[in-house]
């Protein structure tokens, strides 16, 4: 078993509701809490190119760049467009086909589980909500702080709202078909940069975009 994601989370992002979205690049799709409530995943976005928003992104990535939970890869394609060193991992087959049709490089791995170039990437990426991976956001950003270089930085999505929460959840498509329930965490600016802190980060910057919020950790 991977260390820090377990065989449900693994089986979840596996399974047909998700490689089915991926496959056909649209939703919907959601995350279900115990207690019902939905979270909305942007499958549409996430399988289009980089918008404004992602642009930002892009724009403060240094060095070699690993995305982790790379999901399609748009932004690990627009990386090696311009130039970048750049690496997906993810733990869907589909997303790493995905990514590399779109001329991106990507392994299908799990962030906890051994990676080239280990404690020498640049910029690591946690966009997309993925800082929720495992559901333990200080053991994931130990182990980020790991696999970047002395001076890197992790470039994070955070939620707007100022939430900080730890829940099971399964993935489901509305129509009936549902993964595995597995943890997951959701962070906005303030919980993210007191879990950094903890976890050997600096909070560098945050900023804004196109309704979407971000915070630059360094190491």
Known sequence: MTAGLGEPALGAWRADPYADALRAGRGPLYLRRHDGWLLPLEVERWCAGPDAADD????????????????????????AALGHTALGVDVTPEAVARTVRAG??????????????????GTALLIDGNIGIGGDPAALLRRVAALTAPGGSALVEVA???????????????AGGRGARFRWARLGTRALCAEARGAGWTPYDTWRAGGRHFVRLTR
């Open 160 to 174: 707007a709202a100022d939430v900080d929460e730890r829940v099971e959840v399964r993935v489901e498509d509305g």
């Open 56 to 79: 930002t992104v892009l724009a403060r990535c240094t060095g070699p760049v690993l995305d982790i939970g790379c999901g399609p890869g748009r932004l690990v394609a627009a990386l």
């Open 104 to 121: 991106g490089s990507a392994l299908c791995r799990s962030v906890f589980d051994p990676l080239p170039r280990e404690g020498g990437w």
